[in-house]
Nanobody
Framework: VQLQASGGGLVQTGGSLRLSCAAS????????MAWFRQAPGKEREFVTA????????LYADSVKGRFTISRDNAKNMVALQMNNLKLEDTAVYYC????????????????WGQGTQVTVSS
């Protein structure tokens, strides 16, 4: 599975960004999808995940109510809409996939994209 993330950039606090991830190499509707992030000097952390058909979602407490994950199985893409961005959202964001229906099991995610930088400034 190949994953290509895009959409990162520089934004002021309170602003919005939309990240996209294009997947190839496997039937997309059979992949659970997620976003993780890694801030400088910190370990990678879970952000959000979405079920194979898009009806189930899971969010880290730190982004609940601000971030929304969605997927388009016809376009083989997953998106992350990020609103009301905070300084602490600054990180490299990684798109991840799992060839498993257990989309809520974070240890299942074993395909990773190259990451896209999100920088939030004051």
């Amino acid at each position: 599975v190949q994953l290509q993330a895009s959409g990162g950039g520089l934004v002021q606090t309170g602003g919005s960004l939309r990240l996209s991830c294009a997947a190839s190499g496997r039937t997309f509707s059979n992949l659970a999808m997620a976003w993780f992030r890694q801030a400088p000097g910190k370990e990678r952390e879970f952000v959000t995940a979405i079920s194979l058909n898009g009806t189930g979602t899971l969010y880290a407490d730190s982004v609940k109510g601000r971030f929304t994950i969605s997927r388009d199985n016809a376009k083989n893409m997953v998106a992350l809409q990020m609103n009301n961005l905070k300084l602490e959202d600054t990180a490299v964001y990684y798109c991840a996939a799992a060839g498993s229906s257990s989309w809520w099991n974070l240890s299942e995610y074993d395909y990773w994209g190259q990451g896209t930088q999100v920088t939030v400034s004051s």
